[in-house]
């Protein structure tokens, strides 16, 4: 695995997210109340920003756009019109820093 250092934990209060960008890969990382997730940042329905037009709602990203939903932890779309799935990354935490792998 290729960790590349993105955030300090405190960057990201419990439940909201941020965006980043690694390697040209836009990314969302969010901070549920179990821990940390990171996913693609663009909704597969109407590719709208998750981290900039979405609501987190429990384990759940709600994109603005259209309603449609994505399960943070699994990336699979949990509400209609969204059907195909978000990419879903490794992340960790260490020192309090946190770490993704896009690769």
Known sequence: MA???IAKESDIPVQECKY???DDVEIT???LVDGFYATSDTCTHED???SQDG???HQEIICKCHGGA???KTGKATRMPCISPIETFPI?????QIEVDIS
Do not use: K
């Not at 960790?92 to 309090?96: A, E, I, K, L, P």
């Open 3 to 5: 960790w590349t250092l």
């Open 29 to 31: 990382i969010y901070h």
């Open 48 to 50: 709208c920003s998750l």
């Open 92 to 96: 960790r935490c260490h020192d309090g």
């Open 20 to 22: 980043f960008v690694v």
């Open 55 to 57: 609501e987190i709602d």
């Open 70 to 72: 994505f399960n943070i």
